[in-house]
């Protein structure tokens, strides 16, 4: 990790309960959230987001978004994210696992919505893709518009956090 965490007592007092929670919750102690409680404001509003995105009344089900942040975090190489969400992907469905979803494009396990939903989220991701009015396209066969805009938000923020990870050489080890 290119930034040192603190020691617990360095943390600010609101901030010290949440790492304490995650750390529960996970079983370790996860580098990504020892650096932003760097920044309790910036911590804070990362956590509130994340609770937003990952609420369980979003339209967008979880297999779906676990899907596209595993891909997004192979795109991204970060083997923390790659690590964390496939196994919320095994444990949502036994019939994929992250090595398929590296050649998704040749491989007939993913149903026409998830190939819908990869190659958006490839070219969001993949910065020398673009969207194309045919990704739109073919997601409305699945999402309304307003779903499209969640799939979006979803897709954008685990590549930002992903990318947060990278810079802080988080990515390859998680505890």
């Known amino acids: 990790m290119r ?4 020691q617990p007592s360095q943390y600010s007092w609101f901030i010290r309960p949440f790492l304490w929670l995650l750390e ?3 079983n370790k102690t996860l ?4 650096l932003l409680g760097r920044r309790p404001k910036l911590f804070i509003s990362m956590f509130l987001l994340y609770k937003t995105i990952n609420r369980k009344t979003s339209p967008i089900k979880p297999y779906i978004h676990a899907l596209m942040s595993v891909r997004v ?3 991204n190489q970060c083997g923390f994210t790659i690590e964390h969400d496939s196994k ?3 444990s949502l469905k036994e019939r994929l696992n992250k090595d398929k ?3 998704w ?3 007939s396990d993913f149903k026409p919505q998830e190939c819908a939903v990869l190659a958006y989220t490839d070219a969001i991701t993949d910065s020398s893709l673009h969207v194309t009015d045919r990704h739109i396209d073919q997601l409305r066969c699945y999402y309304n ?3 499209i805009v969640e799939l979006t938000t979803i897709i954008v923020f685990q590549n930002m956090t992903t990318k947060f990870n990278a810079a802080f050489d988080v990515c390859k080890k998680t505890v």
């Open 3 to 6: 930034v040192p965490k603190l």
């Open 24 to 26: 529960r919750k996970q």
């Open 31 to 34: 580098k990504p959230a020892q």
């Open 73 to 75: 975090a192979q795109l």
């Open 88 to 90: 919320v992907l095994r």
């Open 101 to 103: 979803l590296l050649d």
């Open 105 to 107: 494009q040749n491989c």
């Open 145 to 147: 518009d307003d779903e």
